[in-house]
T-cell receptor
């Protein structure tokens, strides 16, 4: 089965500093990876995806993610954090097996706190 | 219109009540989903509809009954729920299975 792991429950970063939210994956075959963000009392919002191609993927709100096959990682990054980036971030992987091509498996989530 | 709407925003119900959650999308997406989310946890998939047919049921108790009347509308009928069913219920739609558009959710409290 496909899975993703987010090793950090919470990440704190000062406003204006670069941020990284970590994700590692375990898949059979080529990975289809995603990042979502959830603001308090809201649904999830799609940020970006990796399917194939460039290892650096650009997404919404200035976020990007770096796909690293050798390290099986897909870390979310932003050069300069904003207080408004404070939210819960989920890494996700598409399930391509067991007829479950429509399933997406989410990581446990990382709470990002940007400190003014 | 790139929005998924959900009603109601909040719902409080007793264990003997029957209620329904409603979800609507007008993006022409072929798949629609129901998720349950507890606080600070990832969404848990409940049901997937593809082309208006139920394609995935993640062993959800029968007190939750989904319905897809047409390609734009998804309902979740609730009956005889338990307090542990209290959660945020999220609806989503997609054309590409990975890139899902989520509604704001219904905050359900079961007394």
């Amino acid at each position: 089965a496909q899975s993703v792991a987010q090793p950090e429950d919470q990440v704190n970063v000062a406003e204006g500093n670069p941020l990284t939210v970590k994700c590692t994956y375990s898949v059979s075959g080529n990975p289809y990876l995603f990042w979502y963000v959830q603001y308090p009392n809201r649904g999830l919002q799609f940020l970006l995806k990796y399917i194939t191609g460039d290892n650096l993927v650009k997404g919404s709100y200035g976020f990007e993610a770096e796909f690293n096959k050798s390290q099986t990682s897909f870390h979310l990054k932003k050069p300069s954090a904003l207080v408004s980036d404070s939210a819960l971030y989920f890494c996700a992987v598409r399930d391509m097996f067991s007829g479950g091509y429509q399933k997406v498996t989410f990581g446990t989530g990382t709470k990002l706190q940007v400190i003014p | 219109d790139t929005e998924v709407t959900q009603t109601p925003k909040h719902l409080v119900m007793g264990m003997t009540n029957k209620k329904s959650l409603k979800c609507e999308q007008h993006m022409g997406h072929r798949a629609m989903y129901w998720y349950k989310q507890k606080a600070k946890k990832p969404p848990e998939l409940m049901f997937v509809y593809s082309y208006e047919k139920l394609s995935i049921n993640e062993s959800v108790p029968s007190r939750f009954s989904p319905e897809c009347p047409n390609s734009s509308l998804l309902n979740l009928h609730l009956h005889a729920l338990q307090p542990e069913d209290s959660a945020l219920y999220l609806c989503a739609s997609s054309q590409d299975p990975g890139e899902q558009f989520f509604g704001p959710g219904t905050r359900l409290t079961v007394l």
